[in-house]
């Protein structure tokens, strides 16, 4: 192969998120030459919000326009939050609220432009894909490891769709520098000329959204009446309710392998506390409840409480849930998967795959609250809204890719 046939590929994103390191090329690992070069750039960017769009109007989404309202409810003046900067110490606004029936606020965002130079020996067609698969795993990586070190509580991984741009731009080899090895290549990436046209050595991305994750999500018209009854009182939402939430909205995200342990984990909670109600009720005092949950106790593990639930059902002449389809189902879709994350180190899952799980779990839980009075909770789903018909993969939001 000549040199002419080897090139650099330069991979450009923006995260949402500050790296702390100097701009300067790092050598880094990736997955096919095993060396790569980073070199992020801090930048301060600006998140804002109006509140009116330039894009459509309210009608289009929901049932009426926006009651109009008096231009004296909105904030007449504009004010600006200001801090101390963090290395100059120099007073500087971090945000500002907008007056006015058209304000908002903006807010300053510190981000990292990533740029990832892969050296690339043997060019193919299907390489442009390659070059940003290549270039993401090294990313993560680096963001991993930069998490380890620093604790940081806002880095997480980039996915493919958390780019809302990206431009993966090619310079040949100079000759001079062909013999080099890469760790001593990626030390001249000032040397090399890339490309500046379109379909010329650069390619892009554009990164989309959906109108479906704009427009929200109705209440059924079967559940409004129940709605209204119910919105008139004070209720206390249940863990496992929280946890099913926040397994949907982790599906959401594409985070699916933590949707599966947040599921997984409200099925485990919900039968613990419908295990210690039932005990209870039938003369069981709470010091002995708690002995046999605690380790070693006889009620320790999940089975050995689904076995006491099922003891518990079948001796009011209720049916079980072990061995059941529905029983089968929570096992291979929520429980044994959840079981290849957690211990077998699994850590891709699918949005078809994740949301099966989360089903099973709904179906599986549904089924054991209405399988005898001593279970049932005081808010359950039931029907179609068990099968999460309106939970669909989709592209998101644009401004997902900022959440941090």
């Known amino acids: 192969m000549s040199d002419k046939e080897k090139l650099i590929a330069h991979v450009r994103w923006e995260f949402p998120f500050p790296i702390m390191l ?20 801090g930048r301060i960017g600006s998140i804002q919000w109006h509140r009116q769009s330039t894009l459509f109007l309210a009608s289009e989404i929901f049932e009426r326009e926006p009651i109009k309202q008096d231009q004296n409810v909105f904030p007449k003046h504009s004010y600006r939050i200001v801090a101390s900067a963090p290395r100059t110490k120099k007073e500087v606004i971090i945000a500002e609220l907008v007056g006015g029936a058209d304000g908002g606020f903006i807010e300053a965002r510190p981000y990292t432009v990533a740029n990832i130079f892969l050296f690339v020996s043997n060019l193919k067609p299907t390489d442009e894909v390659s070059f940003e698969d290549r270039a993401n795993l090294a990313l993560n990586n680096i963001i991993d490891i930069y998490r380890l070190f620093s604790l940081d509580p806002q880095l997480r991984p980039m996915h493919e769709n958390d780019h809302y741009y990206t431009v993966i731009t090619k310079a040949a080899l100079p000759d001079h520098l062909a013999a080099l090895p890469l760790e001593e290549l990626f030390s001249h990436i000032e040397e090399f000329h890339f490309s500046d046209a379109v379909g010329k050595g650069r390619t892009h991305k554009i990164g989309i959204n959906s109108i479906e994750d704009l427009a929200g999500i109705a209440i059924a018209q079967e559940n409004m009446s129940r709605f209204h009854n119910q919105v008139r009182h004070n209720i206390q939402l249940e863990l496992f309710h929280q946890l099913i939430f926040s397994a949907i909205r982790r599906l959401k995200r594409k985070e699916e392998a933590l949707a599966i342990i947040d599921a997984q984990s409200a099925f485990e909670s919900v039968i613990a506390v419908m295990l210690r109600e039932a005990l209870s009720k039938t003369g069981w005092d709470g010091e002995s409840i708690e002995k046999a949950f605690e380790y ?105 890719i900022f959440e941090t």
């Not at 009011?316 to 189902?329: H, M, V």
Request: positive net charge.
């Open 22 to 41: 100097p701009d300067e090329p790092l050598l880094c690992w990736e997955p096919q030459e095993g060396v790569a070069a980073f070199v992020p750039e």
């Open 296 to 400: 070693p106790g006889k009620l320790h593990l999940l089975t050995a409480r689904l076995n006491k639930i099922d003891e518990i059902a079948t001796a009011s002449g209720a049916s079980r849930f072990l061995g059941t389809p529905l029983e089968k189902e929570w096992r291979k879709n929520l429980y044994d998967l959840r079981n290849e994350i957690v211990h077998g180190g699994r850590r891709t899952v699918s949005f078809i795959d994740a949301k099966r799980g989360i089903v099973a779990c709904l179906k599986a839980i549904s089924f054991i609250n209405f399988m005898c009075p001593a279970f049932q909770r005081r808010f359950m789903w039931i029907g179609m809204a068990l099968d999460l018909p309106h939970i669909r993969e989709s592209a998101g939001r644009l401004t997902r």
